[in-house]
């Protein structure tokens, strides 16, 4: 007889200690395992953990195995194992009806369950009586699936089960958009069933993905029809969530140890390696302890201050918990399995060894890890005084199959039986590797024969697109169409891929079928989508981001090969590539291109080196899922519609009216037939003008006219610069209103000329000689101070707006200059801002309507002597488009889109169809202004719209649509359907269409940014597109020195990409200049096109973090030593800067900043994290007359995402965005305050505001006392000195625009007074004399 081993006595040491706490629990008949001894549910994630360390203990039988026996063992644990997980499989393919309903529906009442009955495998409770939702249970699922499948288990068995996983990769593929109960099946802690986006779900979901793409589930025995399928899309999206998400768990948990599960074993789903170390030790430091580690802070969970009796926390009740949370010995598992991964002895002995000291011996002397650990009642307040002080008791399951499985697991690959690599055949623990450096291919070619020789005088050489033959090239859609065969099973009523979204990485790779190699065209460049396809310009520079977004997502063996085809609209007039395109293949074929290798080539010189995927399940005899090459050419002919629609109405000429952009007359008309042309364009001539809706700043145009005065009164010199490229006129300071009569409207863009600034009404019996004598876009300049300060406070009566198209004023409709100190009347009109205390209404969210802005039910009444006879016969005459479009917006108005015209004697042909058309022929000519707005009257929506939002709301940004205040402005916290997100933004932005549509391009040009560069958003919780168009509105309007609404025309003239530049150099807060933009067709709306400033940016939020920093650092002698170590006095804010005397005379500088800064949201870094500390020491913060209660720091700890939203929304309160940030300020100072130490305890409920307002009567005093430029408006050295409300440098909330204009540093900066109104509010002058010189100098 063979003697036994030392390791096969020690291994058989194992299998005693796995069947007593594992497999004599096992069911005989399902072989699920159940949660505990007496209980009979079986949880998912419990099953699948429990069953690890029967698998590693098998590999080992199967690696060390001495005698038969051993080799018995090795099997039969095998057998276990394999036994398990069809027990699970066979529960899951009883729901296949809910996978189904999931795939579409992704709600927590479609779910998958997460618990069984142990012995039958049926459902335990119902569908809304458990948090099923929990994708890491399910991905868990897949991961192991996959791990044990590749270490030769054979697990699945027939093609319909094969179809079941493939489906269930469906189900989970999407979980960086769907929040659900998490590892802990508890969502939001306090466990009001409320489900959160998780980054361990998330994490998981993408290892599920990653470990199961291209797997045969058969094994070695498999073919074509086994193997899975994964979107390499889908996982990059995942990707990106989860590393923005990190270290975070989710909104209510700041920090969870279950993410050592995504970081190491098993997940391995983060390949940043730094990322992994940040969320490594935030764990360890905030979270471990001498038992184990806590789940998250403030776990209630079998805590002895926990209400057994019910299953939610109250909200203020979550602070008990602090620093009782149970110690979970799971964790210390993890950390012993992470530390072998990583080969980190150090730490592998140092948990061992401490796991080793808590285990506990059962009856039979089996030594086993507990559950947790928790403090008894009897210690609770000596732990509260002293963390980690006292000794805890072992609690919960007495052998948790979670725990002591992965505690086998490490113990076996610590003493050497099985090898990180036999638990991970698919080398999952490499993913922190570094990648070789990516070479991106491009095959460029052409739609016909004529552009290959166009692009051959460019010396470019290009094929045509048959001349690649055998390779066929096909739209993204038709990969999609191949895809959605994926998964079909009729038999268990499965539909297989319902996602008809193919990004860049899938387009990328060259795929077989039958023989026959196919190569997609990216999605971007289908020119059947929507019209932003159609600039070449926006086409280009997301090609250029496409690229860099290989460079980091690509995890594909072989090349990316990027298919390029240049089409007719890539073309100019001239016959020539447009510059965009041409300076990118320029760049292409020098080999780099935004610091991504890339070759240029013949597609046959790709064929080698390309990522190529076989297309295999649609190669099989599966009923619904074969497909022939006849099917896609029957396809293609289905989705390729013509070009656009047959057209009705008279071809273009001109775009404008004669008089303005005309092309050349070969024979000049007579007086008569200019007087018919001029009646006919004149009926409803500008209708499309009235429906945009953009309100116009008054108060932003005002306060820089009012600052730019009392330069000129002071003999200073507005620093403000502007770019030398514009060829604008300067900035609008007096308005004559347009004529009264209807044939004097001069077009769109100068009846839009806004009055809204500073009107002067009795200059209408002057207007005509004015038009008359005026060059259209002559602007004037008034230099009589008098008349400007007269002019500021003019009024539009309501009766007004109508007026200018009715006919001439009456004089009971002229009104007189309202006097300095009377509030001013609002302007009527639907959703107005309702004016401040102050008698103000000023700031972005205060805007009011463009004094030419109507609804269309009221467009009937102003043109209710219209023929429409008369309109019909003149749109079959005009030839200019704008003219065209005039008309037919008034017919959908009047008689709706599907009112059949009959023009030209045939039916059918209804005003829908000539908005089609219209729609074809603007996008033809690059008229965008009336893209857009037939794209919003057709209801066109952006195809990957819900994903744009998408890609913001998952990186834990809020986005509302529409303009403030509710509930006009809807706001958005969840991913929707795209039907659901077009009808918000319908209801928000009402009849504008242009809006509408405009607001679906800024949410696709955030989510570029996001995607690409995510610092542009940093400490911006929420994204309000309606606040960002205005600014982009009074941003353009600053620039080319226009009236605002003028500027709105602009705005929507411009091209997609110049829209989306516009937008990227307000967000990352870059100047920029305009130029006008010369097109090579007369044909060509104007538009204008912007350019870099010098300057490289503005201050703002940064500026000031960086200087409440340097007062932060000054509380210490040292880094890292503690803020009381030397105390800073109050009198010590000295903001140290080298070049103050750059900004510190730039008039309306600041006051432009902070108005950026409000209405982004932007907040400086660790802001929330310092009003946390604030509100600790308070009982409450009054922001503008709404309350944050200290309750909330009872509810939340200092660096969770809910509290930061928590005060992002009483922010958002405040309409006027410079005030919000003079709130922001004002708490910043507070914080210094807190963080060095003044004052223990800061009293009652602050007003925020009060301090603010205090802040500003200091200011005014030392401005008076010194003739400062406040003196002009709001103080003076008279002891009797009254001030006007509303004030008359336009200052709003009663605080003097001279003050919202200050530098935060300074001697006379708002920061220095601020401090004074803080000391003189808390009564600390000990810390700060009443009378101290606050010296904010910049030295």
């Known amino acids: 007889m063979r003697s036994r081993s030392n390791s096969g006595v020690r291994l058989d040491y194992y299998y005693r200690h796995v069947t007593k706490i594992i497999l004599d629990f096992q069911s005989p008949t399902t072989g699920l395992l159940p949660a505990s001894k007496n209980q009979t549910h079986a949880w998912v994630r419990d099953n699948v953990y429990g069953i690890i360390g029967v698998w590693g203990l098998a590999l080992a039988y199967r690696k060390q195995a001495d005698l038969d026996e051993d080799k018995a063992k090795a099997y039969e644990l095998e057998q276990r194992v394999v036994k398990l997980m069809r027990g699970l499989l066979m ?65 699945i068995f027939t093609i319909d089960e094969v179809d079941f996983i493939q489906n269930l990769v469906f189900y989970i593929e999407n979980a960086y958009r769907i929040p659900d109960y998490g590892i802990w099946e508890r969502g939001d802690k306090c466990n009001h069933g409320l489900p959160e986006l998780n980054a361990s779900s998330i994490g998981m979901a993408k290892a599920a993905l990653e470990a199961i793409n291209e797997l045969d589930l058969f094994g070695a025995r498999g073919g074509a029809a086994s193997v899975i399928h994964c979107k390499s899309d889908k996982i990059a999206q995942c990707a990106a969530i989860l590393h923005s998400m990190l270290p975070r768990e989710s909104t209510s948990k700041e920090i969870d140890a279950g993410l050592l599960g995504i970081i190491s074993f098993p997940g391995f789903a983060c390949d940043d390696e730094s990322l992994c170390s940040i969320t490594r030790t935030q764990i360890i430091d905030k979270l471990q302890g001498r038992y184990g580690c806590c789940r998250f802070l403030r776990d209630g969970y079998k805590t002895v201050k926990e209400d057994p009796t019910r299953l939610y926390y109250e909200p203020a009740e979550l602070k008990v918990f602090e620093n009782i949370e149970c110690e979970w010995p799971l964790f210390w598992c993890y950390l012993i399995l992470d530390g072998i991964f990583r080969g980190n002895k150090e730490q592998v002995d140092e948990y061992s060894e401490a796991l080793d000291e808590i285990m506990v011996r059962l009856d039979d002397g089996t030594r086993v890890v507990p559950e947790f650990y928790y403090v008894p009642a009897d210690k609770v307040d000596l732990e509260y005084k002293n963390p980690h002080s006292q000794d805890r008791l072992p609690g919960g399951k007495t052998q948790p199959m979670w725990t002591n499985s992965l505690h086998i697991l490490s113990s076996l690959l610590r003493e050497g039986f099985i090898a990180p690599g036999e638990v991970d055949p698919l080398n999952r623990r490499i993913a922190t590797e570094p990648k070789p450096d990516l ?85 971007f460049l289908d020119q059947h989508q929507f019209y932003l396809a159609l600039d070449n310009d926006l086409l280009a520079d997301i ?44 760049k292409m074929k020098n080999g780099y291109i935004n610091g991504v290798q890339v070759t240029l080539g013949k597609m046959s010189e790709f064929i080698n080196t390309s990522c190529i995927k076989k297309l295999s399940f649609l190669e099989t005899t599966t009923a619904g899922q074969r497909v022939d090459i006849s099917d896609i050419t029957s396809y293609l002919h289905s989705i390729l519609s013509p070009a656009g629609p047959k057209s009705f109405l008279p071809a273009v000429k001109q775009v404008f009216s004669e008089e303005s952009f005309s092309l050349p007359a070969t024979e000049a008309p007579s007086k008569i037939e200019k007087e018919q042309k001029r009646k006919r364009r004149s009926s409803v001539h500008g209708i499309i003008s009235r429906t945009r809706s953009i309100d116009v700043d008054n108060l932003s145009q005002e306060s820089h006219v009012a600052i730019e005065k009392q330069n000129v009164a002071t003999g200073r010199r507005s620093k403000t610069e502007f770019s030398p490229a514009t060829t604008m006129p300067p900035i609008v300071e007096k308005h004559l209103p347009r004529t009264s009569t209807p044939n004097l409207l001069e077009g769109v863009s100068r009846f839009k000329r806004s009055a809204s600034l500073m009107t002067f009404i009795q200059a209408v019996e002057e207007s005509k000689e004015y038009l008359a004598k005026t060059p259209p876009r002559a602007i004037l300049r008034t230099t009589d101070p008098a008349e400007e300060n007269a002019a500021a ?97 008034y017919l959908y ?55 744009a939002l998408t890609d913001l709301l998952v990186r834990q940004k809020q986005v509302s649509v529409g303009l403030p205040p509710e509930p006009r402005e809807k706001t958005i916290t969840a991913p929707l359907p795209p039907r659901e997100i077009t009808k918000i933004i319908r209801e928000a932005c009402g009849d504008d269409k242009s809006s509408a549509v405009l607001t679906q391009e800024i949410l696709v040009y955030l989510a570029m940014f996001i995607r690409t560069e995510p610092k542009l958003f ?81 201050f703002g939020v940064d500026e000031l973090q960086q200087q ?232």
């Open 543 to 586: 090609c250029k981001s496409d690229l860099a977004y290989l460079r980091y997502n690509w995890r594909e063996l072989g090349r990316p090969t990027i298919t390029v085809t240049i089409t007719s609209n890539m073309i100019d007039h001239g016959g020539f590539l447009q510059p965009a395109m041409l300076n990118v293949i320029n």
């Open 91 to 155: 529960c899951m393919m009883k729901q296949a009806p809910k996978l189904e309903a999931f795939k579409k529906s992704q709600t927590k009442g479609n779910c998958l369950h997460a618990k069984y009955d142990m012995f039958t495998g049926d459902t335990v409770v119902g569908d809304n009586d458990w948090g099923h939702l929990q994708i890491d249970a399910t991905s868990l699922y897949i991961i192991m699936l996959a791990q044990m499948t590749a270490s030769g288990l054979q697990i």
């Open 439 to 523: 070479v991106v291919q491009v095959c460029l070619l052409a739609e016909d024969v004529e552009i290959v020789h166009r692009m051959a005088e460019h010396g470019i050489e290009v094929e045509h697109i048959s001349a690649v033959e055998p390779i066929r090239v096909y739209h993204a859609r038709v990969l999609s169409y191949l895809n959605s065969r994926l998964g079909v099973n009729d038999k268990m009523g499965l539909s297989g891929n319902v996602s008809s979204d193919h990004g860049l990485l899938s387009t990328s790779k060259l795929y077989t079928l039958h023989g026959h190699t196919m190569a997609f065209v990216p999605q």
């Open 893 to 947: 108005a009047v008689k709706g889109l599907e009112w059949d015209t009959k023009i030209g004697g045939k039916t059918g042909v209804t005003v829908k169809y000539l908005i089609e058309e219209l729609y074809y022929k603007s996008a033809q000519f690059k008229v965008w202004s009336l893209v857009r707005h037939t794209a919003g009257i057709l209801g066109k929506q952006v195809e990957q719209l819900a994903h």
């Open 1018 to 1098: 940093h400490e911006m919780l929420r994204l309000r597109v309606g606040l960002i168009i205005q600014v982009m509105t009074t941003e353009l309007a600053r620039t080319i020195n226009c009236p605002a609404g003028e500027a709105y025309e602009h705005l929507m003239t411009l091209s997609p990409y110049e829209l989306k530049d516009l937008l990227y150099h307000i967000l990352s807060s870059k100047e920029f200049g305009v130029s006008p933009t010369s097109n090579a067709s007369a044909l060509m709306e104007r538009q204008l096109s912007i350019v870099s400033h010098r300057k490289s940016k503005v």
């Open 1108 to 1339: 409440v920093s340097g007062l932060s650092s000054r509380g210490s002698s040292k880094p890292g030593s503690r803020a009381t170590s030397r105390r800073m006095t109050l009198s010590e804010v000295i903001l140290d800067d080298e070049n103050a005397d750059d900004y510190e005379d730039r008039a309306g500088q600041w006051l432009r900043r902070r108005r950026l800064d409000g209405a982004l949201n932007r907040a400086p870094s660790d802001f929330y994290t310092k009003v946390w500390k604030v509100l600790e020491r308070c009982q409450g913060l009054s922001i503008d007359g709404h309350l944050l209660s200290q309750n909330l720091t009872r509810e939340m700890t200092p660096h969770e995402f809910k509290f930061a939203l928590r005060v992002e929304s009483v922010l958002n309160l405040i309409p006027q965005p410079e005030y919000r940030q003079l709130m922001v300020e004002a708490l910043m100072v507070l914080s210094l305050v807190v963080e060095n130490d003044w004052l223990k305890n800061l009293g009652g409920t602050i007003r925020v505001d009060r301090l603010v307002i205090d802040a500003n009567e200091i200011f005014l005093v030392d401005q008076g006392l010194c003739e400062g430029d406040a003196t002009l408006c709001c103080t003076s050295k008279e002891p009797n000195f009254y001030r006007p409300y509303p004030l008359r440098c336009g200052g709003i909330a009663g605080v003097c625009l001279h003050f919202y204009d200050s530098a935060p540093s300074g001697r006379y900066g708002t920061m220095g007074y601020l401090a004074k109104s803080v000391a003189q509010t808390l009564n600390f002058y000990n810390e700060f004399q009443k009378d101290a010189e606050v010296d904010c100098r910049v030295s």
């Open 793 to 889: 406070q003019v009024i539009i009566p309501s009766e007004r707006r109508r007026s200018w198209t009715e006919g001439p004023l009456s004089p009971r409709h002229e009104k007189k200059p309202t006097p300095l100190g009377v509030p001013q009347r609002k302007i009527s009109g639907s959703f107005h801002l309702l004016t401040d205390m102050a008698g103000s209404s000023g700031g972005i969210a205060s805007m009011t309507k463009t004094p030419s802005w109507v609804e269309d039910k009221e467009l009937i009444g102003m043109y209710k002597d219209v023929e429409i006879e008369d309109l019909l016969k003149q749109l079959t005459e005009v030839t200019s488009l704008r003219d065209q479009a005039d008309i037919v917006h």
